[in-house]
């Protein structure tokens, strides 16, 4: 994931403050019998990165057993702060700019997205990167919303055979969909990207597989989320626990066909032509499993060489 949202301004705030208070009273705000003060610590960082927007400085009340303390933070300090967001978020501009085949200079338009994008130093950072100062004519707060009300009429033009005002908005994969499998040389469990980021969707692929060992009775297939080759490197969406035909031999030849629809589901059907065997199920998105528990795995291993 890229953590380039508000929420990580807010948590590097509330880690100043929390520094803060720690070297001036010896006192630890995460501790748990002051759970209660952190949580609001949170919503009030939150009102103070917006004062910072449109103001010099801002004012952060601590208020902890005895301590009465206003923490006051800069915007000096603030932009310091989050310098390293911000580069988080070059970073993903300049991939998105990449991605699309483009430079900057075949920018025609910059729009800030998001209410973190109102910090001043978000868009200066951003005009010099771009060359564009960024368009101010729609909300940042209201623009994704806006998006999705013009793609949502485009859907509902589309259901009813009409023209959608001459829009065209394709939707595409966030991030690349694998398989976990085996690799056939050093049997280390691998990320095997089969759909890429930026696909536009719908999009299908169909991964030929053979059976790791003789009489194999089960695969717990493993769907991926990420760009990376390492397993424990990216996200794992979800397993699901596919049964297989008795007696299977060492090798026997199979079919995993995955399917991302418009709605970035992902669907599977898991065939064995030669025992006229097919599965197929949806993955529901799920907490990313431990290193241990991908450890347990059970292999398949990717055969490219299938036609």
Known sequence: MSKVGGRFFDEDIVEY????????????????????????????????????????????????????????????QFEEIVAKLYRRTEYVVKKAIKDAGMEASDLDKVILVGGSSKVPYIEKHLTELTGISPSHEVHPDLVVAQGAAIYGQQLMA??????????????????????VTVDPVTYKK??????????????????????????????????????????????????????????????????IHLLLDASQLVHIIVSIPSVDYEKEFTFERSANLSEDEVAMLTGIIADFNIN
Do not use: M
Not at 29 to 50: G, H, T, V
Not at 197 to 212: D, H, K, V
């Open 17 to 76: 403050v929390r520094d803060y208070i720690e070297e001036k009273y010896d006192l630890d705000l995460e501790d748990e019998e002051y759970i209660d003060a952190y949580q609001e610590l949170f919503e009030r960082a939150e009102k103070a990165k917006w004062q910072l927007g449109n103001q010099e400085k801002a004012t952060i009340a601590v208020r902890v057993g005895s301590i009465r303390e206003n923490v006051i933070i800069t915007r000096a």
């Open 158 to 179: 589309s259901h009813r055979g009409q023209e959608a005002n001459n829009r065209v908005i394709h939707d595409v994969c966030s991030h690349s969909i694998g398989v």
């Open 190 to 255: 691998v990320n095997t990207i089969r759909i890429k980021r930026n696909s536009a969707l719908p999009i299908e692929n169909r991964l030929p597989f053979r059976t790791a060992v003789e009489n194999q009775e089960r695969i717990e297939l493993c769907i991926t989320e990420g760009e990376f080759a390492e397993v424990t490197d990216v996200t794992i969406i979800s397993t699901n626990d596919v049964i297989l035909p008795k007696n299977l031999a060492k090798g026997t030849q199979g079919e």
